[in-house]
């Protein structure tokens, strides 16, 4: 468990691009956290780090968007989804698939389709304090352990410049 406060979205974009310099492919990041936490903002970094191309917009009218970058990224906002039972929507977001191709997959909303969730992730909890934002990671599994410490030193490097 790693636990860090943002003080501004810069910063939220920032410790996005820092995981990012760590993400492999077949990483999964779970986000949650109420309206506004800055999940997308977070997910802008993680983008940019990947050196993808196209601006990252919330994906309103379908679930899950891909981007190209260093690995491929997979956008899955599962907002829409509250109150629908996950075993109806499995169709839609294939994790073995993102995975076999080598992509990053970043959830939105992770608390809506936690049943469909793999159990090796990344689970980033964040939460808004009366300045910028809390933000939890907890890892599952040997390799986004891995990741989790990589991002934590890669952090407070960043910090220290
Ligand atoms: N660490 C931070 N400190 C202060 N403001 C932030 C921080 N991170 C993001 N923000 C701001 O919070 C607002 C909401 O951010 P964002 O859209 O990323 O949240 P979200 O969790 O994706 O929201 P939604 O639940 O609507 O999808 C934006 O104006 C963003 O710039
Ligand atoms: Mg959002």
């Known amino acids: 468990m790693w636990e860090v406060h943002v003080a501004t979205a810069d910063e939220m974009v920032k410790l996005g ?3 990012a310099a760590y993400l492999c492919g077949g990483d999964i990041v779970a986000l949650y956290g109420p309206l506004g936490t800055g999940k997308t903002t977070l997910i802008q970094g993680i983008a940019e780090g990947l050196e993808t191309t196209k601006r990252i917009i919330s994906p309103t009218f379908v679930l899950v968007r891909e981007y190209s970058g260093r690995l491929p990224l997979f956008h899955v906002d599962a907002y829409r989804l509250e109150g629908i039972d996950p075993s109806d ?3 839609q977001v294939s994790f073995s698939e993102y995975i076999s191709r080598g992509g990053v997959v970043v959830i939105e909303w992770a608390e809506y389709i936690k049943q469909l969730l793999p159990n090796e992730r990344l689970d980033v909890f ?3 304090e009366s300045v910028g ?3 939890k990671f907890l ?3 040997e390799r986004h352990s891995k990741l989790l ?3 934590r030193e890669g952090w407070k490097r960043l910090c220290k410049e």
């Open 17 to 19: 691009r820092c995981m």
């Open 89 to 91: 929507i499995d169709w």
């Open 126 to 128: 964040l939460s808004h």
């Open 133 to 135: 934002r809390n933000v």
């Open 139 to 141: 890892a599952h599994g």
């Open 149 to 151: 410490l990589d991002v």
